[in-house]
Nanobody
């Protein structure tokens, strides 16, 4: 089992920055892909950014150049640095972990609101 807990959400003005963190515990050695997803009201959950155990990253086109995903292996955390935030970035952000045996774990989510 893997437990994931997000933190760092909140209210920020357009153009501002916010940093999300995901604290992982349990059988984290089984995770080969870490990710951040988001779900806005009335919309499907979508991938924001992923990072593999080898450090390869991938981003949604809508956040490329603005968001950065990173891992801190010593602290068992995954971060999402969000810059130049837009109102359309408003959503609940979820941390995810995909195991080598194709099971995905989710955190409970953290709300990010971009508004003036």
């Amino acid at each position: 089992q893997v437990q994931l807990v997000e933190s760092g959400g909140g209210l920020v003005q357009p153009g501002g920055s916010l940093s999300l963190s995901c604290a992982a515990s349990g059988s984290i050695f089984s995770i080969n892909i870490w990710g951040w997803y988001r779900q806005a009201p009335g919309k499907q959950r979508e991938m924001v950014a992923i990072i593999t155990s080898g450090g390869t990253t991938n981003y949604a086109d809508s956040v490329k150049g603005r968001f950065i995903i990173s891992r801190d292996n010593a602290e068992n955390t995954v971060h999402l640095q969000m810059n130049s935030l837009k109102p359309e970035d408003t959503a609940v952000y979820y941390c995810s972990g995909d195991t080598y045996y194709n099971k995905r774990y989710w955190g409970p989510g953290t709300q990010v609101t971009v508004s003036s």
